[in-house]
């Protein structure tokens, strides 16, 4: 886990209270997609954050095991999911006993791992015919105004691109023998502008910047947003990129503990 990914940290109630969620379809697609209710699976939530998508989990009646290896983080999530089972970890090595789950889920956080070791893990703890399944939150860059925020981003950023999910798809970090289906799901969200800010300061470009190349550029994101949204009320376009493997499949393309044993 990279400092840029524990970085989110210090504003886990900033990413808590502003972050967006993700749409009923996308639960949906997941139960489409893997061929399982979520309703009595025990899934295992990886790279949870403060629980956003936990929580979803858990609407749709899946017994979650939520994995987080920031404190602040799991301390946010702690407080507001406090029934819900809390490990401490890294996707690159699961504290979680073998094949003893029916899905693995990573919401915006499948690129902090090292897939060389990641995917070995999920396969490790997924009972036969369990998934994996990784989603992202991607800013919608056919919506224009999504566009140009973008392009100020890069400019911001450099090499590295927007801070909130323009660019390529994630999934690319799988093995490319990997087999997976996938599906992409547009949505929208109207927020005040000071949550759309709260939520991109939120994102890991800005928690390395410092505090005053953070707020010049968020004041400049306040002018130009304004011109779009004299109102303050910003319609956020997103992409949600869903990819889905399972342990069967993956275990016949890949050398791992499963496929060893």
């Not at 954050?49 to 749709?60: E, N, Q, V, Y």
């Not at 490319?176 to 709260?198: C, K, Y």
Request: glycine share 10%.
């Amino acid at each position: 886990m990279t400092d840029r990914a524990l970085s989110f940290d210090v504003v886990a109630g900033q990413y808590d209270a502003a972050r967006p969620g993700y749409p009923p379809a996308l639960l949906d697609a997941v139960e489409e997609l893997s061929g399982r209710s979520l309703r009595g699976s025990r899934v295992v939530d990886v790279g949870a954050g403060t629980g956003i998508a936990t929580r979803l989990l858990r609407a749709r009646g899946a017994e979650v095991i939520a994995v987080e290896p920031g404190p602040g983080m799991a301390a946010q999530l702690r407080r507001g999911l406090p029934d819900t089972p809390l490990v401490r970890g890294l996707g690159d090595a699961l504290p979680i006993a073998d094949a003893s789950v029916d899905l693995v889920t990573y919401a915006q956080s499948w690129h902090w791992t090292d897939p060389a070791r990641s995917v070995p893990e999920a396969l490790r703890v997924l009972r036969p015919g369990g998934a994996l399944a990784l989603w992202w939150n991607v800013a919608d860059s056919t919506v224009p105004w999504v566009a140009a925020q973008e392009e100020r981003l890069h400019r911001l950023a450099g090499a590295g691109g927007g801070s909130h999910g323009s660019g390529g798809r994630r999934s690319e970090r799988l093995p490319a023998d990997l087999p997976r289906v996938q599906r992409e799901l547009r949505w929208t969200r109207t927020v005040p502008l000071d949550t759309h800010l709260a939520n991109l300061g939120s994102h890991s470009l800005f928690r390395v910047l410092g505090e005053e190349a953070t707020a010049a550029c968020l004041a400049e994101e306040r002018a130009e947003l304004l011109k779009v949204f004299p109102t303050g009320q910003v319609d956020e376009a997103y992409s949600v990129e869903l990819t889905v493997t399972f342990r069967d499949s993956a275990s016949s393309v890949l050398r791992g503990p499963l496929s060893d044993a």
